[in-house]
């Protein structure tokens, strides 16, 4: 993995702590080579909470997928459609306010996704396969 960077699996990762709107971090992921990440299973989320917890526990952090094209219709950075694999807070993805189209994950403890406005600055995790 390239410095800074963590393996798990066949990936490597990184939380950010800096806070970006969803498209300044997925642009920041793509020139480190990558994209935001995108938990597929329960070993990749369960490595995403203990990454991002590591950085800051107390900040929401960017995920790479969105349903911006279809409303609640969730695909990965790469295109791909979300799997049977979920991790969403009870009550979510709830499209408050009409707006929210990216994937995010909570805090500590919760640590679980969100849908959220994309203008919204929050800190980030990039994948590089």
Not at 2 to 23: I, W
């Amino acid at each position: 993995c390239p410095k800074g960077y963590k393996q798990s699996g066949a990936s490597c990762y990184k939380a950010f702590d800096k806070k970006k709107n969803h498209d300044e971090a997925a642009k920041i992921c793509r020139a480190e080579g990558g994209s935001l990440a995108m938990p597929r299973d329960q070993a990749t989320n369960d490595f995403l909470v203990n990454l991002k917890n590591e950085v800051d526990g107390t900040s929401w952090f960017w995920l790479g997928a969105d349903d911006k094209n279809d409303e609640g219709t969730w695909q990965y950075a790469d295109g791909e459609p979300f799997g049977s694999y979920r991790n969403w807070f009870p009550g979510e993805p709830n499209q408050a306010g009409g707006n929210e189209d990216c994937l995010m994950m909570f805090e500590s403890p919760r640590n679980m996704w969100n849908d959220q406005g994309c203008a919204t600055k929050q800190k980030f995790i990039c994948q590089i396969q």
